[in-house]
């Protein structure tokens, strides 16, 4: 491997600690295990799908382009060991992320595609031939019965997207919940690119409000648990606290007058409010390095974004002019 050349200034970051990977992938890149009973889960170490193998066909939850065609590996590998179907017969979307439903057209014109009725609006929108849209939808709650098996279908509200659904699976004591959570690890950018930051926090206790002990994320290595749930909530609420301890401390006269004497708002409003996320980020990297992955790496940009949602949606630290 050649050595990353000095100019990319790439910086290190804290170890990753063990408790955040999961199963080794094979030598194709998959690793697929058992949920419980007839549903299974795949993984290529970043991105999640999930299956069920029943006497109607196999359903598919999610197809990632990075999993692609190792997800039908995948399934040939389980049906062939169960002896059931390895037909896809259906596809069921958490949302419209190309990154999550990217590989659906490999699975062909005749499967049944299943999703929230935003998710067809979003995909008939975004008219990529890989996403074919869903011809099945819903709008709040549905509940599909394929092959005696049960899926629980139930939209919160936006989130992480419009359309971000949850999938229970209440006879397998699992819930598919993609892009909130992610396990062992801190969300990513802008709070884990969340269209709606207020509905994206509401979504772990909405998950937490169902029976299950197993949770398929959509991301990283791992499957989660209720814990899992709890320590991402704990992190969410000591930014939260975090920002509104720093919106009420960060000075911004300094910022204001340097640049507002030269008659640059932008430059003072960046400098100030960067200044506010970095006092945001500051202690919670230091409570959460060791504990969730890459603390270190994302953590500004999630308090950054997460601070703005506090302002902007919820009115603090925004004054009246007297
Ligand atoms: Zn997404
Ligand atoms: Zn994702």
Known sequence: MNATPASLNLPDYAPIPATAFGPAPNAQGYYVGRVERNLYWVTDGVYQAAFLTTSDGVVLFDAPPSIGHNLQRAIDEI?????????????????????????????????????HEETRRLLLRDDDPARPAPTETFTDRRTLEIGGERIELAWHGPNHTPDNSIIHFPEHDTLMMADIVNVGWVPVFVVNLSDDIPGYLSMPAAALSYPWSTLISGHLGRLGKREDVALHQQ?????????????????????????GAVGNMWGAVKAYLNAVGDATAAPVIEKYTGVLAAADVFTPDVAFWLMESIRLNRGIGLQVHP
Request: proline share 3%; aromatic share 10%.
């Open 235 to 259: 992190y969410m609420a000591d930014l939260e606290a975090s920002a509104k301890t720093a919106l009420a401390t960060v000075d911004p006269t300094p910022y204001f007058q340097k640049y």
């Open 79 to 115: 049906a062939r060991a169960n002896g059931a179907s390895n037909k896809v017969a259906y596809v069921v979307h958490t949302h419209h992320h190309a990154d999550h439903a990217g590989a659906s057209s490999l699975f062909g014109k005749d499967v049944v595609r299943i999703g």
